[in-house]
């Protein structure tokens, strides 16, 4: 098959021009970007799938419900929908995020690896151990929910059990961790030789970390009024909450594209564009601030709150994917690993 | 003590015996029988399966053949009236350089693996415990030269051991004794910064100006990388070669990176607080 195949390409070849040519012509073929070393990626790209990005966005959903529960057990709120909301939210997504990490891994039956060591200068360890350490603690805040609401069948010795968790404490303990887990994903992703990540090393974890906290924020919005259950005092909070992450989110993502500069090019492709512009930069943050400083309806409030979840996912898969294309594109590389490129600040700085 | 390479390129004839015995020594399975048009280069790249990668360079910098070139014309040596608006610009030259993992001094795949698999043996190469990678495959975008790659099939990550099991018994690497030219050198580090010092000189002094050692911390090896074990006597710059000119450490920008999400973590927290007391 494979003999057939050359043969046939090469007769195609010598019909160019009637004449005979090499099978590689550098700068005559006009499908081929043989700039450097015909075209190879000098770097290679992440092998992470769908799970990763799917991960990203649920666990900074997690992350920021946590948040939320959290300071509205300091301000002393009473709302159980809404503590029920978050708590939950927080307990199912700190469920489903370690399967799918683990489900990625080349060899999952090893997941425990992650934690025989700690190394700080890995954001791969240090997220492990934080989402292992939060899944717990956010899990027993979960459990005396659990408990109080009844669903751990009734009065038994579990329940009794569960209901002696401190929750607050264990809340405000479990906080750092919980909102490290929703920023660290974008410090995962700028520790690397991507160059449109690398590129963006301040600014990529606080991105990651505003858009966690809108997500949770819309998320828990969005059950309220699913259910009709939340006190119209909470639904105004997390309303004024929702406009003012949004616009920190949007200052974030603006000047982590001028950050970028032209590193930034595949947010901007033809596959991932439409995405990135039309999804996220539209749909998931301009819109629904249009929606949320207008008039107050609940049909307003759920689609916002609809178009910032799936903005939210948008933005994470188009900077994972995007990473692929930047990881793929030599030119892009080489001039960022160029002395007085893209990292004229490292110079120096590494060395002490 | 510290073992390395040195890679002279000029004197690589790419003969490929360093791909074929890493290979061997190493049981990697075949790359298939793919025809690239890469010149003579068929592997193309460093992989999981391929630690030692002859690149072919044909004509480096602007000794390119450009246009459409009549090469029967070429061959029967009419230089003149090449068609198509055709130029010659010199045959050139051909440029080999054998690849193979760097074996950084402060590795960033080493930094970036979770697991621990990742160490530097007491030959102070880099090498990665087999029985401890769980896959996780983040050593891979780690790499500013492209060498470390998971494995599909397998799902782990590998590269060059630098012939970990070799060097126990005392032998060189693979590739290194296959080597018909002496272009791969193996040996303690110090002594091969000593003896590439004096080719790159020899090769000055032999009307070479642009010969360079690649993989110092001036050039290869910098950005808090601190050199190279695996150094390459180059011709040409870099990106010639898909090598990067001044590649940096990515774990450099993590204690930065944390302590500004820190900030905004307290920035958004107080902003959420203050919302809902309304
Ligand atoms: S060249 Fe890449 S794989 Fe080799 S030690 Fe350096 S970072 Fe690791
Ligand atoms: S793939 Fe293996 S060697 Fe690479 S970082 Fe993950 S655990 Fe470490």
């Known amino acids: 098959m494979g003999v057939s ?76 929908a809404f503590f029920r909301t978050t708590k939950y939210t927080t307990l199912a997504a700190m469920t489903i995020s370690p399967v799918l990490l683990i489900w990625d891994l080349g060899r999952p039956e090893r997941f425990l690896n992650m934690l025989r060591i700690l190394k700080l200068r890995s954001p791969m360890s240090t997220g492990s151990w934080a989402l292992s350490v939060f899944g717990s603690m956010s899990g027993l805040v979960a459990t005396k929910q659990a408990a109080e609401d009844g669903l751990l069948l009734g009065d038994n010795f579990a329940s009794r059990l569960a209901k002696l968790v401190p929750d607050r404490l264990v809340s405000v303990l479990a906080l750092p961790l919980g909102l490290y887990v929703g920023a660290y994903t974008g410090i995962l992703l700028i520790a690397t030789s991507v160059p449109m990540w690398a590129r963006n090393w301040l600014l990529m974890g606080p991105t990651f970390l505003s858009s966690a906290v809108s997500s949770g924020l819309s998320w828990t919005s969005l059950v309220l009024h699913l259910g009709n259950w939340g006190e119209s005092k909470t639904l105004g909070a997390l309303k004024r909450a929702e406009r003012v992450v949004l616009v920190i989110e949007a200052i974030l993502i603006a000047a982590s594209l001028i950050r970028m500069g032209k590193w930034s090019k595949p947010l901007f492709s033809k596959k991932l564009g439409p995405l990135f512009v039309g999804g996220t930069l539209i749909g998931g943050i301009a819109a629904p601030l249009v929606l949320l400083f207008g008039k107050e309806t609940r049909e307003r409030s759920i689609l916002a709150s609809v178009l910032v979840l799936v903005g939210g996912f948008l933005f994470r898969y188009v900077m994972v994917v995007g990473g692929r294309e930047s990881a793929d594109d030599p030119e892009s590389y080489f001039s960022f690993a160029k002395k007085d490129g893209g990292r004229p600040e490292v110079s120096g700085e590494g060395s002490e | 003590m510290a073992t390395g390479f040195l890679t002279d390129t000029t004197v690589c004839i790419g003969c490929k015996a360093c791909e074929v015995a890493c290979k061997q020594w190493n049981q990697l399975p075949a790359d298939g029988y793919e025809l690239t048009g890469d010149s003579y280069d068929n592997t193309k790249q460093l992989s999981g399966d391929t630690w030692r990668h002859v690149a072919f360079i044909e004509n480096p910098k602007k000794k390119r053949l450009t246009g459409d070139v009549d090469l029967v014309a070429l061959a029967e040596d009419v230089k003149e009236d090449l068609p198509n608006g055709a130029e010659l610009d010199g045959l050139g030259r051909w440029t080999f350089m054998s690849d193979v993992c760097k074996h950084c001094v402060e590795a960033p795949c080493q930094q970036a693996c979770p697991t621990g698999a ?59 004794k296959a080597c018909p030219t002496n272009s791969i050198m193996f040996g303690e580090v110090e002594e ?75 920035v958004i927290g107080a902003v959420v607080a203050w919302a809902f007391r309304g």
């Not at chain 2, 100006?209 to 870099?238: C, R, W």
């Open chain 1, 5 to 80: 195949g050359i043969r046939g390409s090469m007769a195609e070849e010598t019909k160019r021009n009637g004449k005979p040519e090499t099978s590689h012509r550098p700068e005559t073929d006009p499908k081929r970007d043989d700039k450097n070393y015909y075209g190879i990626p000098p770097i290679k790209r992440a092998h992470w799938t769908w799970q990763i990005y799917v991960y990203f966005w649920i666990g900074g959903i997690g992350a920021g419900s946590h948040l939320l529960a959290t300071i509205g057990h300091l301000l002393g709120w009473k709302d159980e």
């Open chain 2, 118 to 176: 990742i160490i530097r043996n007491e030959f102070d190469n880099v090498y990665i415990q087999p029985d401890v990678c769980n896959g996780c495959g983040y050593c891979v975008p780690a790499c500013p030269y492209g060498v470390i790659t998971s494995v599909p099939e397998d799902g782990r990550a590998f590269k060059c051991t630098l012939c970990y099991d070799r060097q126990i018994d005392g032998l060189e690497p693979a590739c290194a």
């Open chain 2, 192 to 266: 091969l910064e000593r003896v590439a010092e004096e080719r790159v000189k020899q090769l000055h002094d032999r009307g070479y100006p642009q010969a360079f050692l690649y993989g110092t911390p001036e050039v290869g090896g910098t950005g808090g990388i601190g050199g190279n074990h695996s150094k390459f006597i180059l011709m040409d710059v870099p990106e010639t070669y898909n090598l990067p000119e001044n590649p940096f450490l990515p774990q450099d920008k993590v204690a930065g990176a944390t302590v500004a999400s820190a900030v905004a973590a307290t």
